[in-house]
């Protein structure tokens, strides 16, 4: 069937995207790629060549290197985030689903409440606490995905509570407590994970964001945004320079969506796709 | 004849769904489809309207006074559709658009086919409505379908699919989610709309009591085909076995042997319970007796699964006195929906394994066999196994610890007729075999009357009689109950007797 | 039902003033003292202390904190740091950019991301849903500030349709709004995308429900069923979306005006984070926060207004 086909296909390029992110990431981190941070001002703007693959910066900097580099920034914090955001935000959906009450309600009003401000607000005020760098945007895109992982678990898990099976389970003598990790998450893990992967996928986007208008990590550590943010005043000379962290932006986040969307798929034969 | 199918046939991805159907329709009569679910009951009348799920295929005959309907184009078929045959869906708030209000679906039809102006339109559509017996105090036009009653929702339905007079009325279902004195009047009302009307009636059920009360003839569909059919007053158990055995699995058994005394398990008194300000219970008391089974029905509403609830210890009443069973697991429940009641993940004998402190293998496999399943069933999982066997694991599951007191909350009402029969036979012989007390709630008084000791009869929450089962279904003395019994099908022996002459 | 709004009401404004303290809070603990960055790190101590004294930074914190609230509720935001002027005229003087573009991106993303949801519902499983849904997902990928630059790039420069940057005032009539064009693009792209996955699953859901059927059992066609159900009922879902994806088109202005050099608000918290000019800091942030909590509740109310199950009769 054409659509099955498709599903193939997605999670296949998905998973090749993911796979050479995290490859990059990896790589960079080893001694053999050239150390992007080395300023060499003499060699600025240089085309592509065969010492450097995707030429050089304003500032003599090897080009693939940064790219690689940034790639670990933009892991590095998209999985940090995820780990605080879902971290805090699952235990306290589930808490939420399992009783109705005060604890709801302060656990729902407070997911409204992030929501309402506007993310890079939150950033923005982090950055004046904390200072830029990796732990702010780590804190700051955290903070964010807190109340994301709340709502989901929450929706995930409250029509379970309403299932024969929990009230038997009650019956067997199991405590609310027991009964939400021992039956409930099981259940809602697979539509967990596929929101680790679309956050993810925003969080490599909102990192990027960050980086772009300086409240990300700092130099030298290489960030794709904030090299699109240098590459903007050279757009005309080195239009290379604007294409390349771009790219790898758009891929990553592209294979993370690609992968949630193919997960999601697999997991709810609801949302499979029904003939024309 | 009005209408006259033959060798309907539907395939969805070359598998077969309907192979083969043959039946006719005739003015002022009405047509009962029964079967087992799967059968292609609901998928056959769908047929006839010309709406087969998207991406099937139709083929044979379908003739509506002459004309070939699967020759029709779509234009054509929708000026038939909601004119000349009208069709009426099983209740769910779901068959109605929850952004409409209810009056708004009955003028639908006659704007789209007449193009009437939205006063004159209503002014049909009241009339309809009237005839439809919809309560004439509620302003259909200002209510949504959720603020309205399952019976009320209903009612509009079949005000909707009659309102331009159709000749042929189809039905999937129509009052299989209702109560039983709505039942029976809708059913009532089906039977006067084909003797007044002359509509002809195609009713698709699972409930063979029910639609023998009212149909001329009744056809059994397996697996895609008519295998019987025959007229209701002529029903014989030599030309239609199946039909028969159908009618003899539905039928009340006499309650298993009589129950002789024992030791209180569960003293009741003065339960009340409201919930948001509503009263659900009214000073409710009983006592249950160890190997004892009393039945609880009522209407719906009246308060039964909340009881069930309170006795079983997973709410709390507001006032009032439970002296039961102490400890936990001691008391264990039964619940109504077979796959709702196992956690989709775990096996049938991890499920079943649950009440019990350590889980032993051996202990599993002999709940399985006591309820009459093969041992291996403990590595199926729920959805793998058929509603019947599901339940029988969900008793396993309820008595592996061994428990003093086993409420059971509608637990036969979602499974197939003549899979009831057995559940129920299961349920008599492990009362007696292990001296269970067990409190059967039930809606349907024909199920009461094979399990149950005695009956205690709710309305509204309060308690209006209560006595030996057999004793109160035959000569009950509490006008509700009076209106209860009258109106339960499966009460009515009327089709019961193997022989029949003609009436 | 009035008595219903006016408890809503009160609720905006409860989570206003919740939103407020946490903003004063934020702005509290950050280390570094405006008055030091005005007059430098080697400023003397004295005058230090009476610019503080000055600028009211020495009083204790609640009373710092009723003065500003009490300000906020008149209209007056305090004075900018950097520019000595009634922050409240910084804001005034930004929004006619802000606004218009917020609106102009709103309404674009609206358009095209509900058509396009819509025709891929409609031509499910044809190469126009799969080319739709495969527009979406990469637009959905693309950092918006990059998709400026890119949109930069080939209208601006290189084509010179639109300008680069910068934002003249509205001056020259509608002939200036050629400069919110492409940011306005830029901004509405990703919304878009999102309104149109959320309105194509919405519909393809709803054409399932049982209601469509027993409407076209009645004789409609199955477009007339579509549009008089299936379609009224799916924008409900997306009606909810519109409004959480406000906070992140604010958000997306405040990186956009920096692409695109615009004087809007956006660009005012930006510069004033460099600057560290607390009362723009707050002020602006007050406004932002206002404006998505005053969209949502508007959204809801329209939500209410539609959905007959939302609403609670006494």
New interface residues.
């Given amino acids: 069937m054409r659509v099955k086909l498709l599903q193939g296909v997605g999670l296949r390029v998905g998973t090749c995207l993911i796979g050479g992110l995290v490859l990059m990431a990896v790589m960079a981190l080893s001694p053999w790629v050239n150390d992007p941070t080395l300023i060499h001002v003499a060699s600025k703007l240089q085309a592509p060549s065969f010492e450097h693959w995707l030429g050089t910066d304003h500032l003599g900097r090897d080009e693939l290197g940064l790219v690689m580099r940034g790639a670990v920034a933009s892991l590095g914090v998209a999985v940090a985030a995820v780990g605080i955001g879902a971290g805090i935000g699952v235990p306290l959906g589930l808490m939420a689903a399992a009783r109705e009450g005060w604890l709801r309600q302060v656990i729902m009003r407070a997911s409204d409440f992030i929501f309402a401000f506007p993310a890079l607000v939150i950033a923005i005020l982090l950055h004046d606490t904390l200072g830029a760098g990796m732990l702010n945007a780590m804190v700051a895109i955290g903070i964010f995905n807190i109340p994301v992982f709340a709502r989901t678990a929450f929706g995930s898990a409250q029509p379970i509570w309403t299932l024969d099976f929990i009230r038997a389970a009650r019956l067997s003598g199991k405590g609310t407590y027991r009964i939400a990790v021992v039956h409930v998450l099981p259940l809602i893990l697979p539509a967990m994970i596929v929101q680790v992967t679309i956050q993810l996928g925003l969080g490599i986007l909102a990192e990027a964001g960050l980086s772009y208008v300086g409240l990300g990590v700092t130099p030298p550590i290489p960030s794709w945004g904030r090299m699109l943010n240098e590459a903007q005043t050279l757009i005309a000379i080195a239009p290379r320079l604007a294409l390349v962290p771009g790219i790898a932006i758009a891929l990553a986040v592209f294979g993370f969506t690609l992968l949630g969307d193919a997960l999601s798929l697999t997991i709810d034969p609801r949302r499979r796709e029904r003939q024309p | 004849m009005l209408m006259d199918v033959h060798a309907l046939c539907l395939a969805l991805n070359e598998t077969p769904l309907l192979k083969g159907v043959d039946l006719s329709l005739k003015s002022g009569s009405i047509l009962g489809l029964v079967g087992a679910s799967g059968s292609g009951k609901s998928l056959t009348a769908l047929s006839l309207l010309v709406l087969p799920p998207l991406g099937s295929k139709l083929s044979g005959t379908i003739q509506l006074n002459g004309r070939s309907l699967l020759t029709l184009g779509d234009a054509e078929l929708c000026g038939i559709r909601g004119s000349a045959i009208g069709m009426v869906f099983q209740e769910s708030a779901s068959s109605f658009d929850p952004l409409r209000t209810v009056g708004d679906h009955v003028t639908e039809s006659i704007r789209w086919h007449l193009g009437l102006g939205r006063e004159a339109a209503r002014i049909k559509a009241r009339q309809a409505l009237k005839r439809a017996e919809f309560p004439a105090d509620i302003d259909a036009f200002k209510r949504y379908p959720h603020e309205v009653s399952g019976g009320q929702r209903q009612r509009a339905m079949i005000a909707a699919a009659l309102v331009l007079s159709p000749q042929l009325l189809l039905a999937d279902e129509p009052t299989t989610a209702l109560d039983v004195t709505t039942q029976a009047s809708i059913l009532t009302l089906f039977r006067r709309l084909a003797n007044e009307d002359k509509m002809a009636i195609l009713i698709v059920s699972h409930d063979l009591p029910a639609i023998a009360t009212i149909a001329d003839e009744v056809a059994l569909m397996e697996k895609g085909t008519i295998v019987e059919r025959s007229a209701t007053s002529q029903m014989s158990a030599e030309r239609t076995p199946k039909l028969a055995a159908l009618f003899a699995s539905a039928r009340p058994r006499g309650s298993s042997a009589q129950f002789s005394g024992g030791d209180a398990v569960l003293r009741v008194s003065g339960i009340c319970h409201a919930y948001s300000s509503k009263p659900s219970l009214n000073d409710v008391s009983f006592t249950l007796r160890k190997g004892e089974c009393l039945g609880v029905v009522g209407q719906s509403g009246s308060g039964k699964s909340t009881l069930a609830r309170i006795v079983a210890g997973l709410s709390k009443s507001s006032t009032g006195n439970i002296e039961g069973p102490k400890g936990t697991g001691r008391v264990q429940m039964v619940f109504q929906d077979p796959l709702g009641s196992f956690n989709p993940r775990w096996t049938l004998g991890q499920s079943i394994a649950e009440p019990l402190r350590t889980s032993r293998r051996d202990e599993v496999e002999n709940a399985l066999r006591d309820v009459g399943l093969d041992p291996s069933f403990a590595h199926q999982y729920p959805h793998e196994v058929s509603g019947g066997q599901a339940q029988r694991a969900a008793i396993a599951r309820a008595l592996i610890a061994k428990p003093d007191l086993l409420v059971l909350d509608e637990a036969v009402s979602a499974l197939d007729v003549a899979v009831r029969g057995q559940v129920l036979d299961l349920l008599d012989s492990l009362r007696v075999r292990y001296g269970l007390a067990m409190l059967f709630i039930t809606h349907d008084l024909g199920v009461a009357r094979s399990v149950a000791n005695r009956l205690l009869v709710l309305h509204e929450g309060s308690v209006v009689e209560e006595g030996v089962a057999s004793e109160v279904l035959s000569n009950p003395r509490n006008p509700h109950t009076q209106a209860l019994v009258a109106a339960s099908p499966s009460l009515n022996d009327k089709f019961f007797a193997p022989e029949r002459s003609a009436d | 039902m009035a008595h219903l709004l006016a408890r809503r009401i009160a609720g905006l404004l409860v989570?206003m003033a919740?939103?407020s303290v946490l903003?004063f809070a934020?702005?509290q603990?950050?280390?570094?003292d405006p008055a030091e960055l005005m007059l430098g790190a080697d400023a003397r101590p004295d005058t230090l202390m009476v610019l503080r004294h000055e600028m009211g930074l020495d009083r204790p914190w609640l009373i710092q904190y009723t003065d500003w609230a009490g300000g906020l509720l008149q209209g007056d935001f305090g004075l900018s740091h950097t520019y000595h002027v009634p922050v409240i005229s910084l804001i005034l003087e930004r929004l006619p950019v802000s606004l218009p573009l917020a609106i102009a991106s709103l309404v674009l993303a609206m358009i095209l991301g509900i058509t396009s949801g819509i025709i891929a519902a409609a031509r499910?499983?044809?190469w126009l849903d799969?080319a739709i849904r495969l527009k979406t997902?990469?637009v959905?990928?693309?950092?918006?500030?990059?998709l400026a630059?890119?949109l930069?790039?080939v209208f601006a420069?290189s084509w010179h349709w639109f300008p680069a940057g910068g934002f003249a005032g509205w001056n020259g009539g509608i002939g200036s709004a050629r400069a919110l064009v492409l940011p306005a693009i830029a901004l509405a792209l990703p919304q878009a995308a999102i309104l149109s996955r959320v309105m194509r699953q919405a519909l393809?859901e709803t054409v399932?429900?049982?209601?469509v059927?027993?409407?076209?059992?009645?004789?409609?066609?199955r477009a007339?069923a579509l549009i008089?159900?299936a379609l009224?009922?799916a924008f409900l879902p997306v009606l909810s979306v519109l409004g959480?994806q406000f906070?992140?088109l604010?958000?997306g202005t405040?990186?956009i005006e920096?692409?695109f050099y615009l004087p809007g608000l956006g660009r005012l918290?930006?510069q004033a984070?460099?600057q560290?000019d607390l009362p723009v800091?707050m002020g602006s942030?007050m406004v932002?926060?206002a404006s998505?909590?005053i969209v949502?509740f508007v959204v809801d109310l329209i939500a209410q207004t539609?959905?007959?199950?939302l609403r609670r009769?006494s």
């Fill in positions: 989570t919740v939103a903003v934020m702005i603990i950050l280390p570094g499910h499983g044809s799969h997902q990469l959905l990928a693309l950092p918006n500030f990059w630059m890119l930069v790039f420069i393809l399932e429900d049982p209601y059927l027993a409407a076209r059992s009645r004789g409609l066609s007339a008089a159900h009224p009922n959480l906070s992140f604010l958000a405040i990186i920096n692409v918290i930006f984070v460099n560290r800091i942030s932002l926060i998505v909590m949502s539609l959905d007959p199950r009769r």
